[in-house]
């Protein structure tokens, strides 16, 4: 196939594909490594009967490739789990089941993700908005003391830990300023204006340190597109500086805004560990961090599978804004 249906279907199957070499990755670093790995599955306060039965639930005695098919099989159509006294049917994508909190991976999962996606795709607006702004303002007042200003507050922002701005920020609009309560999440079912407003902080807190790389990244685009012939060529006829600006400059700096975009969200998902713990939300990168401290090994393999999954996805994505933005691209 040919043309943007083409191009569209080459990057599901390649996306596809990456997604099958990382569960193999993931379950081979997982599964595959030295260690009673039922005993480290099962948890240290397993008794022997419950890591033997794990075992066997595992199939520890099989071949890694058949262990690894039996893994997949759940995912796509799901599997059974024996709880000792009677038999727990995990539906696709079955993750696996969590020995140490008696829960299926995917429902876990399920119950913290709502909270991560609002936190990421709250703060993508914002980084978007704050970040993009402010590169083009940098490059179109190049030289003068708006620039110096932003060139400034960016670098700050970018050499800034999140848990520093996100300490200020409550100390100052919660604590002194008594502007916003302290964030508590609450679903956006329940009540979508107590939703955003007890998610504001973290946002900003979130998006203040993507911003800066999002303004330093638009701020290069822009200044070498405008440093381009036809840029000269357009002001040589006598367009307007605001027309070259929004409609020529602006859409030659798209295609690194998509690519770094695609990377902060699908990292984001579960790399917002922080600004979760900080702020107390109940989110994947606060669960995965907890799981990994009591070694419950099927929380840590499915969540990983899930981070990686949304960065994949997020790049696919980027890909075909890619396209969208320049028909060229469906010629690669």
């Known amino acids: 196939m040919s043309g943007f249906g083409g191009f569209v279907l080459r990057r599901a199957v390649g996306t596809v594909i990456t997604l099958l070499a990382i569960s193999v990755i993931v379950y081979v670093v997982f599964y595959a ?36 098919w039996h893994f997949l099989q759940g995912i796509l159509v799901g599997q059974d789990f024996s709880t000792g006294t ?30 991560s996606l609002s936190l990421v795709f709250g703060a993508m607006v914002l980084w978007l908005i704050l970040g993009v702004g402010t590169g083009i303002l940098s490059a179109w007042r190049r030289g003068r003391l708006t620039e110096r200003l932003l060139t400034g507050i960016t670098l700050a922002g970018v050499a800034t830990p999140v848990f520093v701005i996100g300490l200020v920020l409550m100390i100052v609009v919660c604590g002194q300023l008594q502007l916003l309560p302290f964030p508590q999440y609450v679903s956006l079912t329940d009540d979508p204006e107590q939703w955003a407003w007890n998610l504001l902080l973290p946002w900003l807190s979130l998006a203040l340190i993507e911003a800066a790389a999002f303004a ?45 975009n695609a990377n902060n969200v699908g990292s984001a998902v579960g790399g917002a560990v922080l600004t979760e713990t900080l702020f107390g939300l109940p989110g994947i990168g606060q669960a995965l961090v907890h799981a990994v401290n009591v070694v419950d090994l099927p929380v840590v ?13 997020a790049n696919a994505v980027a890909d075909v804004l890619y396209a969208v933005a320049d028909r060229r691209v469906v010629l690669v």
């Open 216 to 260: 330093r990244l638009t701020r290069a685009a822009m200044l070498e597109t405008l440093a381009e012939d036809h840029i000269r060529t357009f002001r040589a006829y006598g367009v307007g500086e605001r027309s070259i600006i929004g409609r020529h400059a602006l859409r030659g700096a798209f295609a690194p805004i998509i690519a770094l």
């Open 86 to 115: 009677s038999v727990e049917h995990c539906s696709a994508p079955c993750l696996g089941l969590s020995y140490q909190g008696d829960t299926q991976v995917t429902q876990l999962i399920l119950a913290k993700l709502p909270v």
């Open 33 to 68: 490594t030295p260690g009673n790995v039922a005993q480290i599955t099962c948890g240290p306060r397993c008794s022997p009967e419950q890591v033997h039965q794990v075992a066997q639930q595992l199939r520890l005695d099989d071949p890694l490739y058949v262990r690894y």
């Open 301 to 313: 393999v499915g969540m990983v599978l899930v981070i990686g999954f949304f960065v994949v996805i």
